[in-house]
């Protein structure tokens, strides 16, 4: 039960593939644009999962940062620690995220080809830790997708 504090970067990286089913209404303006939103479930498949961690800080015993723990014992002074390292976490991780996930776009025709700007967020049902005293995370995304497609 004895806790340290400290200041550096800590950061989650989880990489999934999702599979979104979505349900798409189409708002017709006339026979080039059209505007739609979309809605649907998904499920998501942990490919893998990193913690990073950046910077360097002294350790305190206490919160507010006024008592050092890292001390030279010759000179008395305080000392910074290194913090970098990356660790893989995956097995910490829940494989399987079920969410929701939904937007809106706009599509533009041109003869046999189109431009669409799609804009879509989404959010995981699913605790992603397997352990609750390592947190009670869900996670989530906004999607910004701008493209051109070609109709055969």
């Not at 649907?40 to 990073?52: E, H, R, S, T």
């Amino acid at each position: 039960g004895t806790y340290f504090y400290a200041n550096f970067k800590n950061q989650s990286i989880l990489n999934y593939a999702e599979i979104p089913v979505m349900v798409k209404y189409i708002i017709p303006f006339n026979k080039s644009q059209k505007l739609y939103v979309d809605f649907g479930p998904y499920i998501g498949f942990l490919l893998n999962a990193k913690q990073k961690t950046s910077g360097s800080s002294i350790v305190y015993a206490d919160a507010a940062g006024t008592q050092p723990v890292t001390v030279d014992p010759q000179t008395g002074q305080p000392f910074t620690i290194p913090f970098n390292a990356s660790t893989d976490i995956t097995s910490d991780i829940n494989t399987v995220n079920f969410g929701l996930t939904g937007g809106a776009g706009f599509e533009q025709m041109f003869n046999s080809s189109e431009v669409f700007l799609d804009v879509r967020g989404a959010y995981g049902l699913t605790v992603i830790q397997k352990v609750s005293a390592n947190g009670n995370s869900h996670n989530g995304n906004l999607l910004i997708d701008l493209g051109y497609a070609l109709h055969f």
